[in-house]
């Protein structure tokens, strides 16, 4: 692997398997503030307009039978309605518009990251982060809407026995406050993981000998980064349901 | 070992144009903006869903079910008149054959009215004709046997003249009938 | 010199904490099995359960993003 290595560096045998994460201003400069237009902000429109073209544009026939683009648009809205009424319940169902933005946002940034030479928002940790603490913070202040204190009950296991409800308690509390950490590292992580794979073995692609095996390797791993945004979006979802049935119905 | 220390100083100065070397995911500069473009990206999206696509999803999802409700209730319905239809023609076949039976009867009873009509004229007939021939019969029975016995007598008077004898007129009646009888 | 002993520990590190990274396949494995064996046993339970298998495996996951996101830091962060 050394003697690879060192007759690979004549050829440009570098890894740079996160330069593809950096945010760059689109027209030149390297300030990036606040308002900068960036790369993210591009593929973050690109992202809205994909969600207006699926769900808006595909939709605009209301067929009562459905063309293929609306069939797309009413399976995902489907998709997540049942998912909600399963996971969370019916009285679940006023969070939907919001359930689903999040859904389609991580489905089609996911998807259109996976475009070569494309950028994931998804595999920033500041925006997986807001995305998590929007729905920790949510989660929250709607438990304690509903239900006051009673919400607290959260974490105090009336089914344990008294003496172990203390220890249980912090256990719980611990658990409540790492979601948010967990659900945006999740997400963030996996793209991460998925785009820098792929540009690790992109990188091998440049030796002669090993380019079959790199290709190859790339085109395995694309599928399974397929694979893994769309699951991905739907864990993140799911999980953002169960958390929310937490807030609705605290009793354990 | 020095290979990978060589890489390591490679990917450092590939990033020492950057300003922090790296993961660009922890730039804590560029999260500003990202922050700013993600919030205007999730409020564009959550208006386009919640405004237009949602509530139209829904209202065409609500219209396929209700056209599928209405469809079925009509089938239901045509179900049912084929129903009706099955038993009116049930019924009318039931009286046709009710109907037919009875002209069946009807017809059979009539004629076997006439046969017996027929039969017993017939049968009146045939006793007239062998009553009438039993007559006749006996007629002729009668007249043979009285012939038989007026041969008879001349016969026996013949007999006894031509032997002889005397003939006494009664005895020999009385000796003919007395034979003709055993 | 020094200095190529301070790489020297950030790769070891990165490589020990890939090791979470497979260990965490197992869990993702375990969860996953465990699941086929009792959909197998009972096929008609199995369809309202895809929904647990998957917050499973997305927690059995996680941990193993966790370790991976400490390799990353150590090789480009630290």
Not at chain 1, 127 to 146: D, N, R
Not at chain 3, 21 to 41: C, D, E, K, Q
Request: contains cysteine.
């Amino acid at each position: 692997m050394a003697d690879n290595a060192h007759a690979a560096e004549g050829t440009g045998l570098v890894f740079h398997p996160m330069d593809q994460f950096k945010v760059q201003p689109l027209f030149g400069g390297t300030d990036v503030s606040w308002y900068t237009p960036t790369n993210a902000m591009l593929w973050l429109a690109l992202t809205v307009l994909a969600v207006f073209l699926v769900m808006v544009v595909g939709t605009r026939g209301r067929a009562v039978i459905p063309s293929r683009g609306q069939s797309i648009g009413e399976l995902a809205y489907g998709f997540v309605y049942k998912m909600i009424e399963d996971v969370t319940g019916k009285d679940a169902i006023v969070y939907f518009p919001y359930i689903m933005t999040l859904f389609m946002f991580i489905l089609m940034n996911n998807f259109l990251g996976l475009i070569p030479a494309s950028f994931a928002n998804t595999a920033q940790i500041a925006v997986t982060a807001i995305l998590a603490f929007a729905v920790f913070f949510a989660v929250t202040i709607i438990g304690f809407v509903k239900h006051g204190t009673h919400f607290l009950g959260l974490f105090w296991v009336t089914s344990a026995p008294l003496a172990i409800r203390p220890v249980l308690a912090v256990i719980e509390v611990i658990s409540y406050f790492v979601r948010p950490v967990s659900h945006s590292i999740r997400l963030a992580g996996n793209i991460t993981a998925g785009h820098a794979v792929i540009k690790v073995f992109a990188a091998f692609a440049g030796l002669v000998a090993l380019s079959p095996l790199a290709i190859l390797g790339i085109t395995a791993m694309y599928g399974l980064e397929m694979l893994v945004a769309f699951i991905q979006a739907y864990v993140f979802t799911i999980l953002t349901c169960v958390y929310l049935k937490d807030a609705l119905h605290p009793s354990h | 070992m020095a290979t990978e220390s060589h890489g390591a100083e490679a990917v450092a100065a590939g990033h020492a144009a950057a300003e922090s070397a790296g993961m660009p995911q922890l730039a804590v500069e560029t999260f500003g903006n990202q922050i700013f473009w993600l919030l205007v990206a999730l409020v564009a999206t959550y208006l386009i869903l919640s405004r237009v696509a949602l509530p139209r999803i829904a209202a065409v999802l609500a219209e396929r079910q209700g056209t599928i409700t209405n469809d079925i209730a009509a089938a239901e319905e045509l179900k049912l008149k084929a129903k009706e239809a099955e038993a009116a023609y049930e019924q009318a076949l039931a009286d046709a054959r009710t109907q037919a039976n009875e002209i069946v009867e009807a017809t059979r009873a009539d004629i076997k009215a006439d046969l017996d009509a027929a039969l017993e004229k017939a049968d009146a007939e045939i006793a007239a004709k062998a009553a009438e021939s039993e007559k006749a019969i006996a007629e002729i029975r009668a007249n043979a046997a009285e012939s038989a016995a007026e041969v008879a007598k001349d016969t026996a008077k013949e007999l006894i003249a031509a032997l002889g004898g005397e003939v006494d007129g009664r005895s020999v009646t009385a000796a003919v009938n007395a034979r003709m009888k055993g | 010199m020094e200095g190529s002993i301070a790489e020297m520990g950030k790769f070891i590190g990165a490589g020990l904490s890939a090791f979470g990274m497979g260990l965490a396949a197992i869990g993702v494995g375990n969860v996953a099995g465990n699941f086929l064996a009792g959909a197998l046993r009972n096929p008609s339970a199995a369809g309202g359960q895809t929904a647990t298998l998957f917050i499973g495996i997305a927690f059995a996951e996680a941990l193993g993003i966790f370790s991976f996101l400490v390799a990353l830091l150590l090789m480009f962060a630290v």
